[in-house]
């Protein structure tokens, strides 16, 4: 296994059916064009190739000057445990420290807070908690 990272933006197929192996995209049910657009309006995108099979990724949004939101960070189920993830999240946090962005947030799927506390990130207290709003 031989995988390699790029900045460039999947095809359209192939991030559709990475996302979907997250379940993320059961209630949503977004479309491959919709998707596409959304990783297209990113900041930053890595994505991870076994050989030509998207396997992993992960994107920012950001103003480029003070704030960054990571989101999307998907590594396909039968490659998990093997360093990619953490792999594509150091190449995010290094365009974050090349650009001089401070402020890094990001929302973790339940159970994978631990794997960002190993670079640095925090919860939120619970006397500043985040917010967000999802309108069905």
Known sequence: MQITYTSNIPSKDAFHYLYDTTGWNLNQSYTADQLHLAIH???????????NELIGFGR???????????????????????GIGSHILEQLLQKC?????????????????PFYEKFGFTKRSSDAPGMYRLDM
């Not at 309006?41 to 050989?51: E, G, I, L, R």
């Open 41 to 51: 309006n990113s900041w930053y995108t890595v994505s991870a190739y076994d050989q």
């Open 97 to 113: 420290k090349s650009s001089n962005i401070k402020w890094i947030q990001l929302s973790s799927a339940k159970g994978k807070a």
């Open 60 to 82: 920012m949004i950001s103003d480029g000057i003070y704030q960054t939101f990571i989101c999307d960070m998907i590594v396909h189920p039968d490659y998990q445990s093997k």
